[in-house]
């Protein structure tokens, strides 16, 4: 198992195959998944195949974020290429209800963002939320992102955010 990133408060780390229940059980809260997009229960079991499969080919993929203290578990990032221009990498997280507002999705946001320029040759690393997702918008523009023209993706508008490398 690979871990991609550990403070005092969490680890971001690779999910283990028995670990697919804790998986699909974050996208059973509609709280949780009120800004994503509609997707079945079959497709998560699928994404967590797909997540498995990616750490065997050390392809960009989906990481289980858990708390250092309690080892309970607070949710799910990603990193990927991004479907709108190849040459970024998109990141997003989704976290369980009881981890909101305490700083961590800041954490895990940059933290994604530093995995992705170290791991990556890609110059920007990108992130896109619902156009009401205000906590999410927050939390990038924390984290450094910049704030570019909505994008529209299967006719939804979002709000798009940015990052460059930085120059060494």
Same mark, same amino acid.
């Given at each position: 198992m690979s871990t991609l990133y550990q403070s005092p408060t969490i680890i971001i780390r690779e999910f283990l195959p028995q670990e697919q229940q804790t998986f699909l059980d974050l996208f059973k809260d509609n709280q949780v998944t009120q800004?994503?997009?509609?997707? !079945?229960?079959?497709? %998560?079991?699928?994404?967590f195949q797909?997540?498995?499969?990616?750490?065997?080919?050390?392809?960009?993929s989906r990481w289980a974020? #858990?708390?250092?203290?309690?080892?309970? #578990?607070?949710?799910?990032?990603?990193?990927?290429? #991004?479907?709108?221009?190849?040459?970024?990498?998109?990141?997003? %997280?989704?976290?369980?209800?009881?981890?909101?507002?305490?700083?961590i999705a800041t954490e895990v946001c940059m933290?994604?963002?530093?995995? !992705?320029?170290?791991?990556?040759?890609?110059k920007e690393v990108v992130a896109i939320t619902d156009l009401n997702n205000t906590g999410s918008q927050n939390v990038l523009q924390?984290?450094? #992102?910049?704030r570019l023209n909505n994008l529209i993706r299967n006719e939804e508008e979002l709000a798009y955010f940015r990052i460059e490398r930085p120059l060494v």
């Open positions: 800004y994503l997009p509609i997707t !079945s229960p079959e497709r %998560y079991v699928e994404m797909e997540l498995i499969e990616n750490y065997k080919n050390k392809n960009l974020i #858990f708390d250092t203290v309690n080892n309970n #578990f607070i949710g799910i990032c990603v990193a990927r290429i #991004f479907v709108h221009n190849t040459s970024q990498i998109e990141i997003g %997280y989704v976290l369980s209800r009881p981890y909101w507002g305490k700083g933290a994604m963002t530093e995995y !992705s320029f170290t791991n990556t040759d890609t924390k984290s450094g #992102f910049e």
